[in-house]
């Protein structure tokens, strides 16, 4: 695993290419294209995030039938509603059932559900730094959120994906997987459990998990592409479990405040943040499987000495066994 102050002085190198953020937009604007009518989905949709303004972007943008989903129906109704107030004609609707990813029977449910065709899946949702805790299978939390929960809603998707339109799997990953990850130990029971290294090592897992799920469609003659990225360091709720409830309220109620003073910090606004993982579900990346940290770079830089191919594979066949276990056939 990298050291703490590898990964501090890895992260002050991003934190460069973070403040360069106000010409993200126009390096951005000028790929958009007509990427014609294609559907998404996009999980964590919330207002005020990173898949909330992704949903924004690809529908205004782009022109993507986007499905907005949450946790529960009423939060992805809120949040599609929300969006359609400000943008009232925008192709953009609730998903019809509840997307609970720590719990794999809900997910499994909402895959089954799905109708229609489906072009991208932005696996965007995810929690940081949260105190041990686990899931409805009794997976760690960040592990069985961040990396199972979309594993187990990817896989289900892919029969439908596969006859997509340049079909694409977005996962939204972090610098964060530079603290690395174990995968002898991806449920923290023969280490004290750190909640930072769970969140590095979650988000390790999304970036092993395209790895696999690249070379795995590709092998098969599938047109399914896949990447991931790190949307740089953006003012969202996903603090939660790090900043004191007062904090939060503030920002709740002067959004607009909140993210100018992010900016002055170096921080991204969400529009921002969005851009990488919008311009990946529209156009793409360069070769299959990619990483990306920036605009149009896929990452080829330090922190990833973790990602290798057999711990691809391990940690895919751990996630398949998880499957199986609750029924879900991969
Ligand atoms: N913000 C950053 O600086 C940053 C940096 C690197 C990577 N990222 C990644 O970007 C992604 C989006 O994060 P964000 O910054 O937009 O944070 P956010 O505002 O907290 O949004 C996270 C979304 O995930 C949802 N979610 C959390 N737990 C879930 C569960 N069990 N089942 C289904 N949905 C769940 C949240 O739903 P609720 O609203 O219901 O809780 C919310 O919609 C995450 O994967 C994060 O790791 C963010």
Known sequence: MMSRRKYVAALASLAAVNLSA???????????????????????????????????????????????SCRTVEKSAEAA???????????????????????LGTVSA????????????????????????TTKQNHEMHYGVNHLGHFALTNQLLPVLRNGNEPK????????????????????????YEKWGAYGASKAANVLFTDSLA??????????????????????????????????EKKRQDEVGSQRTGKLFGMRTVEDGARCQTDLAANGGNANGDFYIDFNKPYRGAGMKWRTDSNADKLWQTSVASCEEVGIKI
């Open 22 to 68: 106000g010409d993200l937009s126009a390096a951005y604007a000028a790929q958009a294209s007509s990427a014609g009518k294609k559907v998404v989905l996009i999980t964590g949709a919330s207002p005020g995030g990173l898949g909330y303004a992704t949903a924004e972007a690809l529908a205004a943008e782009y022109g993507f039938e986007v499905v907005m």
């Open 81 to 103: 509603r929300t969006l359609l107030e400000s943008r009232p004609a925008l192709n953009v609707r609730a998903a019809e059932m509840p997307l609970e990813l720590s719990d």
């Open 110 to 133: 909402f895959a089954k559900a799905w109708k229609g065709p489906l072009d991208c899946l932005v696996c965007n949702a995810g929690i940081m730094a949260a105190p041990y805790g």
């Open 169 to 192: 799997v977005v996962s939204v990953s972090s610098a964060a997987s530079f603290l690395g990850i174990d995968v002898d130990d991806l449920e923290w029971q023969k280490r004290k």
């Open 215 to 248: 070379t795995r469609e590709q092998a098969a003659g599938s047109p399914v592409k896949a990447f991931s990225c790190h949307p740089g360091v953006v003012n969202t709720n996903l603090a939660r479990y790090i900043l004191p409830d007062s904090m939060q």
